[in-house]
Nanobody
Framework: QVQLVESGGGLVHSGDSLRLSCAAS????????VGWFRQAPGKEREFVAK????????DYADSVKDRFTISRDNAEDTVYLQMNNLKPEDTAVYYC????????????????WGQGTQVTVSS
């Protein structure tokens, strides 16, 4: 089992950058695929990015590709989401997720969730 705690959210202006962090506790963090989902008010939870166990393979939602970068530090049990050129439509609660099994882009397939961190982008 793994516990996840996000940090780094906040209020920024359009075009700014933020880096979210997710600290994991528990055993064998390196065995888990990890990722980020987000949920805006009145909208469904949506996939943002994921990175597989080894850190070599990543996947992004089209809406964030070329702006966001996911990375992980298995030695520090931490996953990051670097967000550049933020837009108002990026405003949402961002959740860190982890999974031992198959890692789809559907939120119901992920077993472990953090409590979320708010990102607000003003125009």
């Amino acid at each position: 089992q793994v516990q996840l705690v996000e940090s780094g959210g906040g209020l920024v202006h359009s075009g700014d950058s933020l880096r979210l962090s997710c600290a994991a506790s528990g055993r064998t963090f390196s065995s888990y695929a990890v990722g980020w989902f987000r949920q805006a008010p009145g909208k469904e939870r949506e996939f943002v990015a994921k990175i597989l166990r080894s850190g070599g393979l990543t996947d992004y939602a089209d809406s964030v590709k070329d702006r966001f970068t996911i990375s992980r530090d298995n030695a520090e049990d931490t996953v990051y989401l670097q967000m550049n050129n933020l837009k108002p439509e990026d405003t949402a609660v961002y959740y860190c997720v982890a999974n031992l099994g198959y890692s789809s882009n559907y939120w119901k397939d992920w077993d472990y969730w953090g409590q979320g961190t708010q990102v607000t982008v003003s125009s």
